[in-house]
């Protein structure tokens, strides 16, 4: 079974700078996609930027983009310029070429940014 | 509204009660999906219509837990005889545009409501 792990429960980051979200994965299968989700207090659920498995190239939005290290099962999320916009809990999420159309999300980092 | 409609948005049952959460998707959307989030974790997949066939029921914690889609629309998740663990966030979401071809399926981003809070006392 596909599982995906965020060792960091919290992360702060100031107003205009860069932070970055650790997630790692396990899976055998060869294709996939990868996603981070905003969830802010409304509980809606923001997609927020999404990679390839089969893409090398690492996705970006604006002021989020992804280090997707495929071999070490890695896939790190950058914020640029920090927005207080930003705060919110942050989950990553494994969609599989096997598991039909269902996501498996890791436990969420809540990011604070400070003014 | 162009988005995914739950309702109620919070909903307190005590011990014992049924209860019933309803799923307004994006219209015409193939996929619903149905997830429970426990308070500090993330969601947890429950179950998966296409249309109005169930596709997969394999994440429903037990036979308490019942849902459909009896026109390919709007969905119910219906929880018989609440537990306090029963206690969290249901999520809805829908993908996937009717005619937008079947490997869609698979690349379609998941649109998510806001959920309904459940508080089983």
């Known amino acids: 079974a596909q599982t995906v792990t965020q060792s960091q429960p919290e992360m702060s980051v100031q107003e205009a700078e860069t932070v970055t979200l650790s997630c790692t994965y396990d899976?055998?299968?060869?294709?996939?996609?990868l996603f981070w989700y905003k969830q802010p207090p409304s509980r809606q659920m923001i997609l927020v930027i999404r990679q390839e498995a089969y893409k090398q190239q690492n996705a970006t939005e604006n002021r989020f983009s992804v280090n997707f290290q495929k071999a070490a099962k890695s896939f790190s999320l950058k914020i640029s310029d920090s927005q207080l916009g930003d705060a919110a809990m942050y989950f990553c999420a494994y969609r599989g070429e096997t598991s039909g159309s269902r996501l498996t999300f890791g436990e969420g980092t809540q990011l604070t940014v400070n003014p | 509204g162009a988005g995914v409609s739950q309702s109620p948005r919070y909903k307190v049952a005590k011990r014992g009660q049924d209860v019933a959460l309803r799923c307004d998707p994006i219209s015409g959307h193939v996929s619903l999906f149905w997830y429970q989030q426990a308070l500090g974790q993330g969601p947890e997949f429950l179950t998966y219509f296409q249309n109005e066939a169930q596709l997969d029921k394999s994440g429903l914690p037990s036979d308490r837990f019942f849902a459909e889609r009896p026109e390919g629309s709007v969905s119910t998740l219906k929880i018989q005889r609440t537990q306090q663990e029963d206690s969290a966030v249901y999520l809805c979401?829908?993908?996937?545009?009717?005619?937008?071809?079947?490997?869609?399926?698979?690349?379609?981003?998941?649109?998510f409501g806001n959920g309904t809070r459940l508080t089983v006392t």
């Open positions: 979401a829908s993908s996937y545009p009717r005619g937008a071809g079947p490997l869609s399926s698979y690349n379609s981003p998941l649109h």
């Open positions: 899976t055998s299968e060869s294709d996939y996609y």
